[in-house]
């Protein structure tokens, strides 16, 4: 009897095993079909995203076209349109209307930033209008000389700058920039680029700031497309990771994460003593004041020296503008009253409007944006004294009594106390 069981048994196993191995087979095969579908639906979505973002076909085509009919022309035309020695490399775009591409132009390496919509007024709520084809480059018009050009532009200036005692020097280097033949005079298509980039805040500050340090250096133009020199580090510390890894990371864990991928302190202490030293540059500077309305660490970068390079302008703004934009807009609350991310001012409840003295000034915001990347790793013999000036420079407000001269001082105690801790050493 034991032994018929038991060779029941031995002739039933077989079949469990049959069917186990099945329910494994078909488990492997639900989840093979899941990683496949999963995968293509993330490759789906990175090409749809990558295909509006990434227009630089599109933006070329704008460019060239209006090239060839002899609409527009510049210093970088002829290679882009004609000789085809500058091209497009890899997409670095965040906004479809701002197209960023690594470029290779000959043996050199740069930035190329073309817009695919016209420049954005200050405005809070809206996008950027689509570009209209029509008028676009559609000034200075035909029969217009240079002197009626740099009156133009001379105009601009004092509208968005304000009355500068140096502005014509700057429409001066204005038109030497656009000489992009180096002929000795303006064309019209060569007029019509120039007008078409002094409208982006970006191209004119960094016209304003090509003899410093930190303002990378323009290599030539097209239309309202530029190049710009390659940085090495194209953010101030962290590490680029696939959006649908970046969805799945709380950002309190992201904000830590991002402090373990930053140079050594000494270096990270030259770096900062760059911006600190570029917020002095468009602080007050000769041609007014500036306003950083995004201080993010990815609009900031280095090169291999460690040098900071300004990565991304376009929210640092003429005061004058800002003031003139924001003062009649209507408000509900203190929320209303913000443009970028880091620009506010106070919404007057009795009016409903905003006033327009933005509250926090430009190195207050620099150094909320330095306190964890400088106090991480800090020598222990300075971290509490650049602790405390850290936190009197966040302090600062633009309403304070003397707040000019807290400023400098803040600023000056800042840098001096870097200085000194990193002189010494090769990282200087």
């Known amino acids: 009897m034991a032994r018929r069981l038991f060779a029941g048994a031995w002739l039933r196993k077989p079949h469990?095993?049959?069917?186990?191995?099945?329910?494994?087979?078909?488990?492997?095969?639900?989840?093979?079909?899941?990683?496949?579908?999963?995968?293509?639906?993330?490759?789906?979505?990175q090409y749809s995203t990558y295909t509006e973002l990434c227009r630089g076909h599109d933006c070329r085509k704008i460019i060239c076209d209006k090239y060839k009919t002899g609409v527009i022309d510049g210093s970088a035309c002829s290679s882009l349109c004609a000789k085809e020695t500058l091209y497009f490399g890899k997409c670095l775009s965040t906004k479809p209307n701002n197209q960023m591409y690594l470029g290779i132009w000959g043996n050199l390496q740069g930035v190329i930033k073309c817009q695919m919509e016209e420049a954005a007024q200050l405005d809070f709520d809206t996008d950027p209008e689509p570009r209209k084809e029509i008028i676009l480059f559609?000034?200075?018009?035909?029969?217009?000389?240079?002197?009626?050009?740099?009156?133009?532009?001379?105009?601009?200036?004092?509208?968005?700058?304000?009355?500068?005692?140096?502005?014509?020097?700057?429409?001066?280097?204005?038109?030497?920039?656009?000489?992009?033949?180096?002929?000795?005079?303006?064309?019209?298509?060569?007029?019509?680029?120039?007008?078409?980039?002094?409208?982006?805040?970006?191209?004119?500050?960094?016209?304003?700031?090509?003899d410093k340090e930190h303002t990378p250096k323009l290599m030539g133009f097209c239309g309202d497309l530029y190049v710009i020199e390659r940085v090495e580090y194209t953010s101030l510390y962290g590490i680029s990771l696939p959006w649908i890894i970046e969805l799945l990371i709380p950002s309190g864990f992201r904000r830590s994460m991002d402090q373990w991928f930053t140079p050594s302190w000494p270096r990270k202490a030259k770096?900062?003593?760059?911006?600190?030293?570029?917020?002095?540059?468009?602080?007050?500077?000769?041609?007014?004041?500036?306003?950083?309305?995004?201080?993010?660490?990815?609009?900031?970068?280095?090169?291999?020296?460690?040098?900071?390079?300004?990565?991304?302008?376009?929210?640092?703004v003429p005061e004058m503008n800002l003031k003139e934009m924001i003062k009649d807009r209507p408000c509900e609350s203190d929320m209303d009253c913000v443009y970028g991310t880091d620009c506010r001012t106070?919404?007057?409840?009795?009016?409903?409007?905003?006033?327009?003295?933005?509250?926090?000034?430009?190195?207050?915001?620099?150094?909320?944006?330095?306190?964890?990347?400088?106090?991480?790793?800090?020598?222990?013999?300075?971290?509490?004294?650049?602790?405390?000036?850290?936190?009197?420079?966040?302090?600062?407000?633009?309403?304070a009594n003397q707040m000019e001269m807290e400023h400098s001082l803040i600023l000056n105690n800042l840098k001096t106390l870097l200085w000194k801790k990193i002189s010494h050493t090769t990282d200087s």
């Open 271 to 316: 770096i900062a003593i760059g911006l600190l030293e570029f917020v002095e540059d468009i602080f007050h500077g000769p041609y007014g004041n500036f306003l950083m309305c995004d201080t993010s660490a990815k609009n900031l970068g280095y090169n291999d020296k460690y040098d900071l390079k300004m990565m991304d302008m376009r929210k640092i």
């Open 138 to 210: 559609d000034k200075p018009t035909r029969g217009t000389t240079v002197e009626k050009f740099k009156e133009m532009v001379y105009g601009f200036f004092k509208a968005k700058l304000g009355e500068q005692g140096n502005l014509s020097e700057l429409v001066n280097i204005i038109l030497s920039f656009a000489d992009g033949n180096k002929d000795g005079r303006v064309s019209l298509p060569e007029a019509k680029s120039a007008w078409a980039l002094l409208q982006l805040d970006e191209f004119l500050l960094m016209v304003m700031l090509q």
């Open 16 to 45: 469990h095993a049959q069917v186990r191995f099945s329910y494994m087979r078909m488990k492997y095969l639900f989840i093979s079909w899941l990683v496949v579908f999963i995968g293509s639906w993330v490759m789906y979505v």
């Open 346 to 399: 106070l919404c007057d409840q009795s009016k409903m409007r905003c006033t327009t003295e933005v509250i926090q000034p430009n190195l207050a915001k620099a150094c909320q944006l330095l306190k964890d990347y400088l106090l991480r790793g800090a020598p222990s013999d300075i971290h509490e004294e650049l602790e405390k000036q850290l936190y009197l420079c966040i302090a600062l407000k633009v309403s």
